[in-house]
């Protein structure tokens, strides 16, 4: 349930887009890792909050107590760790394993691709932050997947603010998991949850909207700067102070027309400690459907400073920052859009088909499939000892092949080949 | 703090090892018109169940957690031939490069893991016979070629002729089966073995490295009739196929990668952007980002303010072989000052030009 497998119509394009992202990460300098799908349970205990109810776990068949990967972070955690690695830069293409509810057709399922990219180390501060937001836009960007958003946020100018508002500390996490709505619900609806069910007092939610409604670029860090309550508070300070930082440095990467400081961005996970940002796609696809698709976020990332320690005994540190780029709901857009452009992805990459029109010459093809083998060139052939020329030509036709190289009697005996190219049906002799 | 028995990580040399390998096998597979074709990794307890006999025991269950029970993939032949009988597909030539699990006893030394990769290429269909086999055959000679693994020789043999043999020697029919694993023994090749194996030779001494060239026929219910148990009209797919030893290449590269002190790159980038003088990071931010959308592979330090030294080390350590200098002059004049590491040669290029430049040199 939830699972698919993936037929080669999938696969192909599968495969297209992660080489993009592929590039992208090359591009920019990561080494890649791998890890096992397997953890211990204790890896992953404690470091998924409320979700980790989500987690598939192994049956007890006296071992160790195992769990199946729910991201790519904690496990990356752990490798430096177990490596005492302090600095590195990687990426990681793989599959994550969560017992969410499958709605499938939310592109929402039960075993999914993740590409990870992170920056382990202590750097100067918001350099590799930015970058990470540089490579997020570049692939989002190559994949043409239409108008996008990247929010920015950070937990400290929240935090900052629920301080502000006289929120007790106790109730930031439930408070922020209210304020993540905001992208998905009406304030009004937010307001109730936060008065009704989260226990806070009107005024105090009314002070919270009045700043998580805000967006914006440098003109709002800076007005939010001279805000005579938050620039009071230690932590808004910081966040908004490395918030101008970084939106200086996405200037220089050229980037800051898709970036948006969004004060309502919450993001999930309990282990970010900094930046936090989320991308979304702009357009709805409606195509021809009834229920627009709608999927959501489609990346999402930030700093996580705690992580590591928690994996090593002695506690050190390793600062890190990175972003998720989910790539099975751009994947699901995709497919939507070929499906209605008519669109057909091959599923095979082979250049050329070899053919004979006449019988008994099985050998003839062998002879020359194999010399085109040798050669590098993608061919193939039937498997039959005498088949048909409009089979053949068919098969080019339904698999996508461009050219078929036919060798009948009087080729042989003229030692040529005719190439045809299946689209136009010239032929050439050579 | 481990990960758990029988599992590893792979670090950033043993991906580009792993790529290498990869690279080649599956452009091989590409070049015979392979589509590839995923499964999940765990499948429903129920399908697993009566397939592998004495093994069964080592496959991973999934905790019952209030849903549908689920196991983690023993091999990938059960997955195809679920997906053949789920999908109608009476032909396809297909492969599949996953990693599978069994809670074997690990002997990690030996190359034992509990989560290892299988590649498998298989060409489903009734076709005129042999042709499909020989093509398989052919894949196995130039899978082994491109990786130049050494001298290698491949084994073929026929189930049939196996049983016809044993017949004439006056062996009963219940016993082939046990006495064809004795004689696959001979090899010391992973039993279970049929039809064909492949051996690599090496200086002598002969690496057995992977499994066969599975020739089924209509009689043979191990893998031929796998199909036909999940069809519901019992309908059989011949198959041949082919199961890559992936982890067995690994280790042979990494030893060879190791014993030949080859400086293996773990990333791909081109050229270090950097700079002498303080208070130019600016500068680089802005000359990385030209680069990276003109599809440069391009690092910059993560430093406001590095030194020059540092940043030609980096350079050295990590192989990459070009670094595009911005100094004030530079700057001034409208220029990048590229210089090539391995030689230490500077040359000071326009601004303009540069994207070519860099092209240029790292093409040859």
Not at chain 1, 390 to 416: F, H, M, R, S, W
Not at chain 2, 71 to 81: K, N
Not at chain 2, 92 to 102: E, G, M, S, T
Not at chain 2, 213 to 234: A, I, R, S, T
């Amino acid at each position: 349930q939830g699972t698919r497998d993936h037929p080669p119509a999938h696969t192909a394009l599968r495969d297209r887009l992660l080489a993009a992202v592929v590039a992208c990460f090359k591009r920019h300098g990561a080494v890649a890792i791998d890890t096992p799908v397997l953890e211990l349970r204790e890896t992953l205990m404690g470091k998924y909050g409320e979700e980790a109810k989500l987690i598939y776990e192994l049956q007890d068949q006296g071992g160790e107590l195992l769990a199946l990967r729910y991201d790519l972070t904690v496990p990356f955690a752990r490798y430096l760790a177990m490596n005492k690695i302090t600095n590195m830069k990687r990426y990681h293409i793989a599959k994550v394993y969560r017992r969410d509810n499958p709605a499938t057709t939310r592109g929402r399922y039960r075993e999914f691709y993740q590409c990870d990219f992170d920056i382990a180390g202590q750097f100067d501060p918001l350099i590799p932050d930015a970058e990470c937001l540089k490579i997020l836009h570049e692939i989002l960007s190559d994949l043409q997947l239409g108008d996008f958003l990247i929010k920015v946020n950070d937990r400290r100018i929240l935090n900052g603010i629920f301080a502000v508002c006289g929120i007790p500390e106790s109730k930031f996490i439930t408070t922020c998991c209210t304020v993540d709505k905001l992208d998905k619900v009406p304030w009004e609806e937010v307001r109730s949850e936060m008065v009704g069910e989260k226990g806070l007092s009107p005024e105090a939610a009314d002070h919270i909207g009045e700043y998580v409604q805000l967006h914006g670029g440098l003109e709002l860090i800076e007005r939010l700067l001279q805000d005579p309550k938050l620039s009071q508070n230690k932590l808004a300070k910081e966040g908004l102070g490395d918030m101008k930082l970084l939106f200086e440095y996405l200037t220089l990467f050229g980037i800051t027309g898709k970036i948006s400081f969004d004060l309502s961005l919450a993001r999930g996970l309990d282990y970010y400690t900094g930046v936090i940002f989320e991308a979304v796609l702009l357009q709805q696809e409606n195509d021809h459907v009834e229920e627009p698709v709608s999927v959501g976020s489609v990346a999402g990332g930030g700093r996580y400073d705690g992580l590591v320690g928690m994996f090593d005994p002695k506690g050190r540190k390793v600062p890190c920052v990175g972003v998720s780029i989910g790539i099975e709901r751009i994947f699901s857009i995709l497919e939507h859009r070929m499906k209605a452009s008519g669109e057909k992805v091959r599923t095979t990459e082979t250049e050329v088909l070899v053919a004979t029109p006449h019988k008994h010459l099985l050998a003839a093809r062998l002879k020359l499939i194999s010399e085109l083998w040798g050669a590098g060139i993608k061919a193939e052939m039937l498997y039959k000892k005498d088949p048909k020329l409009l089979k053949q030509l068919q098969y080019c036709e339904d698999t996508g092949i461009p050219l078929a190289a036919i060798v009948g009697e009087q080729e042989l005996t003229d030692g040529v080949v005719k190439l045809r190219d299946v689209a136009t049906r010239v032929e050439v002799r050579m | 703090l481990l990960s758990p028995q029988g599992t590893r990580d792979y670090s950033p040399k043993q991906m580009a090892i792993r790529e290498r390998v990869f690279n080649a096998i599956i452009s091989c597979f590409k070049r015979h018109g392979a589509e590839v074709i995923d499964t999940p990794v765990f499948e429903l307890k129920e399908t697993l169940t009566g397939k592998y006999g004495e093994d069964s025991k080592l496959i991973y269950d999934l905790k019952d957690q209030g849903g549908e029970l689920l196991s983690l993939r023993y091999d990938l032949t059960v997955p195809f031939a679920r997906y053949l009988a789920m999908n109608k597909i009476t032909n396809i030539k297909r492969y599949h490069i996953a990693k599978v699990y069994r809670r074997d006893n690990p002997a990690m030394t030996r190359g034992r893991y509990r989560e290892f990769y299988q590649c498998d290429f298989d060409i489903a269909g009734q076709f005129d016979p042999m042709i499909p086999d020989a093509e398989c055959l052919k894949i196995v000679h130039e899978i082994l070629s491109d990786l130049q693994l050494g001298d290698f020789l491949i084994k073929v043999n026929d189930r049939r002729i196996l049983d016809g043999m044993f017949a004439v020697c006056g062996v009963p029919d219940s016993k082939f089966r046990t006495i064809c694993s004795s004689v696959d023994k001979l090899d010391k090749v992973w039993a279970g073995a049929l039809g064909c194996t492949c051996c690599c030779w090496s200086g002598g001494e002969a690496l057995s490295l992977w499994a066969a060239v599975n020739m089924c026929q209509e009689n043979w219910l191990d893998y031929d009739g796998l199909v036909g148990m999940f069809d519901p009209k019992g309908r059989k797919v011949p198959c041949v196929g082919v199961s890559i030893g992936i982890e067995r290449i690994f280790s042979i590269l990494e030893q060879r990668v190791e014993a030949s002190e080859e400086k293996i790159r773990t990333t791909e980038t081109q050229v270090l952007v950097a700079s002498a003088q303080k208070k130019l990071l600016e500068e680089r931010l802005k000359l990385i980002a030209e680069l990276w959308d003109a599809g440069i592979k391009a690092e910059v330090l993560y430093k406001k303010n590095p030194k020059l030294l540092n940043q030609l080390q980096y350079c050295e350590d990590t192989g990459i072989p070009l670094v595009a200098i911005v100094g004030e002059q530079e700057l001034k004049d409208g220029v990048v000052k590229l210089r090539v590491v391995a030689t230490r040669e500077e040359v000071n290029v326009r601004r303009e030009s540069l994207v070519e430049e860099i092209r240029i040199r790292t093409s040859r």
